[in-house]
């Protein structure tokens, strides 16, 4: 079982299929480093469950953010921004998750944050290759 996530909370989707306005409130509630945070849409299954989908996840990048900081995510292409809200003028990170239409017309997906603290990343071919030119210890050797 997850655990609650306190610290980022989402407010609200505005526009919801309006192509270049769809967007994601989110407000930092303590300073925190974005890096461990995944963005997501999902169909809910319950209290504080959700069911994702395979292939919508956006990470919010290695930002650090203060306590009542909004981060506003586009679904649409753009450049982050650092900016203010127009009305409160509290601290506002402007990300675009780069999806090519909206994402959220269907008023049932839901967005949800996903806080990850691990990961296992693939052998890749370099480092294949790295490690095959390391000397092997005798196996025969060992008792």
Same mark, same amino acid.
């Given at each position: 079982m997850l655990r609650i996530l306190g610290e980022l909370i989402i407010h *609200?989707? *505005?526009?919801? @299929?309006? &192509?270049?306005?769809?967007?994601? !409130?989110?407000q930092a509630t303590t300073d925190l480093n974005l890096g461990t945070y995944l963005l997501s849409i +999902? !169909? &809910?299954? @319950?209290?504080?469950k959700i069911y994702p989908s395979s292939d919508n996840f956006f990470w919010l990048g290695n930002e650090v953010v203060s306590a009542n900081?909004?981060?506003v995510? !586009?679904?649409? &292409? +753009?450049?982050?921004k650092v900016t203010a809200m127009s009305d409160t003028k509290e601290p506002a990170l402007v990300l675009h998750w780069g999806k090519s239409q909206t994402i959220l017309s269907d008023a049932d997906l839901h967005p949800f944050v996903l806080s990850v603290d691990g990961i296992f990343v693939a052998e890749t071919p370099e480092l294949k290759e790295r490690v095959a030119k390391l000397p092997q210890p005798s196996l025969s050797q060992i008792k």
């Open positions: *609200a989707v *505005a526009d919801r @299929g309006v &192509p270049n306005k769809e967007r994601i !409130y989110l +999902g !169909y &809910p299954v @319950g209290n504080q900081t909004w981060v995510v !586009y679904t649409g &292409p +753009g450049h982050p």
